[in-house]
């Protein structure tokens, strides 16, 4: 299975700031990558899909980049609502698998 | 606007069988696939498989032995079995809408279900 491998695994951030968070697959996966957005007992949110599109209804200040095995999820300027955990996930090869997450905590 | 509505057992004995079920509402069911996606606190998020209208589905072939998805048409509802559970089973376990478009480079899961708590204990 190809392994996904988020860094950092949390982070704190004040609002305002800009964050990246990255995610690193153990073999090339094209541009078929995926960000999640979870809050606590809430289902994950999709926020980008395959690697750089925004969904529908998604505040421009995410952005995603990268393809083959680096990849970027970067949040332009915290907002409040944004204190969540992100997960990559990658749907390239017939094993869908997720990275471990990034928690964005408050500062 | 297409919601997920899910059920099913949430606390089980080792070695019974998890059984889930997820109503769409809002959508055109024949035009996606549906699936399911577990989490739990050791393993974090994994995906279990997905099923389309016709019944052809792809499965984490670490649980194909014990996992089976299955569609019904005419109700727009889509199930999960898991069977012979252990504690390495418990956790929360999602529906999900997927859409799958290999020559447009998108696979993701853009809906999800509130997810189900299932626990595994004697």
């Known amino acids: 299975d190809v392994q996904m491998t988020q860094s950092p695994s949390s982070l704190s951030a004040s609002v305002g700031d800009r964050v990246t968070i990255t995610c690193r697959a153990s073999e090339s996966i094209s541009v078929y990558l995926n960000w999640y957005q979870q809050t606590p007992g809430k289902a994950p949110k999709l926020l980008i899909y395959?690697?750089?599109t925004l969904q529908s209804g998604v505040p421009s200040r995410f952005t995603g980049s990268g393809s083959g095995t680096d990849f970027t999820l970067t949040i332009s300027s915290l907002q409040p609502e944004d204190f969540a955990t992100y997960y990559c996930?990658?749907?390239?090869?017939?094993?869908?698998?997720f990275g471990g997450g990034t928690k964005v905590e408050i500062k | 606007q297409v919601q997920l509505q899910q059920w099913g057992a949430g606390q089980l004995k080792p070695s019974e069988t998890l059984s889930l079920t997820c109503a769409v509402y809002g959508g055109f069911f024949n035009n996606f696939y549906w699936g399911w996606i577990r989490q739990s606190p050791g393993k974090g998020l994994e995906w279990i498989g997905e099923i389309n209208h016709s019944g052809s589905t792809n499965v984490n072939p670490s649980l194909k032995s014990r996992v089976s998805i299955s569609v019904d048409t005419a109700k727009n509802q889509f199930s999960l079995k898991l069977k012979s559970v252990t504690a390495a089973d418990a956790g929360v376990y999602y529906c999900?809408?997927?859409?799958?478009?290999?020559?447009?480079?998108?696979?993701?899961?853009?809906?999800w279900g509130k997810g189900t708590a299932v626990t595994v204990s004697s």
């Open positions: 395959s690697a750089y």
């Open positions: 999900v809408k997927v859409r799958l478009e290999l020559l447009e480079y998108y696979y993701y899961m853009d809906v």
């Open positions: 996930q990658q749907t390239y090869t017939n094993v869908v698998t």
